[in-house]
């Protein structure tokens, strides 16, 4: 795992993260002393350690249970609500739900969540921390999953850590899914019932992160500058009758491959950007 490009992925979504809810400085090229020091206050440690920690579970498939002492979704699941629970700041709950490929017993989703001024108003920011082996229904092999989905289980972790004792205009709230290998399952359950824990929640962004850490053997030093953004698409292609766009602007809410959030919209357009990162 790239230490590099996991770290430069979570500063990437620390600054969309502050500039979504109203952090950033409106004008002029300044420096934000308050951004400064959440930034420097990043630790790549950390996030590396949770990886490793996500990947000693040996495997995260949603409906592994508990296989052995301290394996399994259930051990990781744990591991979660305690590390989330530590911060000073967040309400961390358990969210659980049913889906198909293990019907009789619920998965669960851990989610933690920073009161902003405005409490309904979420910037939300996910990751799943479920793995898989190339079946995706094989629940006992071993499927460490360190990259996807130790590192943005990681990532998301460490901006819990860095934004709590910092106040914002909106409520940020951190997700870590399950079901996430075999459907969207937990992201399209906490989709739908937001209300159990936000009285009529507004959800103005979601920042989705999977894959934040790159094998650094496959890939190209070029290859590791880059990211994909996936964002709703301007008015004019929402309008347009270009198949190009169609096809993908119209995906509903669960089938969206990138943010996996709605946002109001019954869409969610594809581009791809490959800006470099310093």
Request: with cysteine; hydrophobic share 35%.
């Amino acid at each position: 795992m790239n230490r590099t490009v996991i770290l430069s992925g979570l500063v990437l979504a620390v600054v969309l993260v502050v500039t979504l809810v109203g952090f950033a400085p409106s004008t002029g090229v300044t420096t934000d002393p308050e951004i400064s020091a959440i930034l420097s206050n990043v630790d790549s440690n950390r996030i590396l350690n949770t990886a490793q920690t996500m990947q000693n579970f040996r495997t995260r498939q949603s409906c592994s249970d508990q296989p052995q002492p301290g394996q399994g979704v259930t051990a990781a699941r744990d591991f979660l609500f305690s590390q989330y629970s530590s911060i000073p700041g967040l309400q961390v709950r358990l969210d659980p739900f049913v889906h198909p490929s293990c019907p009789n017993s619920p998965t669960f989703n851990v989610i933690a969540w920073l009161p902003g001024k405005r409490p309904n108003q979420l910037v939300i920011v996910g990751g799943h921390y479920d793995s898989r082996t190339s079946n995706t229904n094989d629940s006992t092999s071993d499927a460490p999953g360190g990259n996807d989905a130790g590192a943005q289980t990681a990532v998301v972790l460490e901006l819990a850590r860095v934004l709590a004792g910092h106040q914002f205009n909106s409520t940020i709230v951190f997700m870590s899914f399950a079901g996430e290998e075999q459907g969207l399952f937990g992201s399209a359950s906490i989709a739908a019932n937001l209300s159990r824990y936000f009285q009529q929640p507004q959800v103005i962004a979601m920042l989705n992160t999977d894959i934040p850490g790159g094998d650094n053997t496959a890939n190209t030093a070029a290859d590791l500058e880059n990211f994909r953004l996936y964002s709703p698409g301007i008015p004019r292609e929402r309008r347009g009758t270009d198949s190009r766009w169609h096809d993908r602007q119209h995906l509903s809410f669960p089938r969206c491959n990138a943010l996996r959030w709605d946002l109001g919209r019954n869409l969610c357009s594809h581009h791809q950007y490959a800006p470099q990162i310093a």
